[in-house]
């Protein structure tokens, strides 16, 4: 019987360690963003475009409904207070931005 050669042993040794770094390193990636988002204010250029209040209450925008704020839109995670179209950024759960959408 043949012995593998040196080659081969160092290749499988190297598959089995990138195939159980490269998990590791995709969560360790994604922890950095997470930590970095931060409150979105309304002098935010996207904010401002959007007409985003902290307060619905607040808003003077037409397109405004009664009872429509971030906490019941489709964009918002609750538990991360994080906004689809605000990426990077918390918003508060009584504000409110024309990009509005009744969550479903």
């Given at each position: ?54 307060n ?16 019941n ?31 479903a």
């Amino acid at each position: 019987m043949t012995e593998p050669t040196p080659s081969r042993r160092r290749f499988l040794i190297q598959a089995a360690v990138a195939a159980t770094a490269i998990p590791l390193l995709a969560r360790l990636a994604g922890q950095p963003a997470m930590a970095a988002a931060k409150n979105l204010t309304a002098d935010n250029p996207q904010a401002k475009a959007l007409g985003y209040v902290e307060n619905a209450a607040t808003t003077k925008n037409a397109a405004f409904k009664p009872g429509s704020a971030c906490a019941n839109c489709q964009f918002f995670t609750a538990a991360t207070g994080a906004c689809a179209i605000f990426p990077g950024y918390t918003v508060s759960p009584k504000g409110w931005c024309s990009a509005w959408a009744k969550k479903a």
